[in-house]
Nanobody, 119 residues
């Protein structure tokens, strides 16, 4: 079982920055996908950014160059640097790790860390 522990959420003013971190409790492999999702009140969970393999990354359309996802600690940690935050970024942010078994994807989720962007 993989436990994902997130940190770095909080409250920030519009235009500010936050850095989220997620650490895996046990060995995961660098070919696993690690990603950040978010869920705002009353909305569906959506993908923010994903680190797929090597240096390949994907971002939600709403990111528009403001966020950067990165892996560290031999792939055990995934970070999300968020700049130029706006109120629409307010949500609970969840860390996700997933791998392919050969027949299906297996997903692990963190408990979520809240981000509030408000003046």
């Amino acid at each position: 079982q993989v436990e994902l522990v997130e940190s770095g959420g909080g409250m920030v003013q519009p235009g500010g920055s936050l850095r989220l971190s997620c650490a895996a409790s046990t060995n995961i492999f660098d070919f696993w996908v690690m990603a950040w999702y978010r869920q705002a009140t009353g909305k569906q969970r959506e993908m923010v950014a994903a680190h797929i393999y090597g240096n390949e990354t994907k971002y939600g359309d709403f990111v528009k160059g403001r966020f950067t996802i990165s892996r560290a600690n031999a792939g055990m940690t995934v970070n999300l640097q968020m700049n130029n935050l706006c109120p629409e970024d307010t949500a609970v942010y969840f860390c996700n790790a997933r791998h392919w078994t050969g027949t299906s994807w297996v997903d692990y989720w963190g408990q979520g860390t809240p981000v509030t962007v408000s003046s």
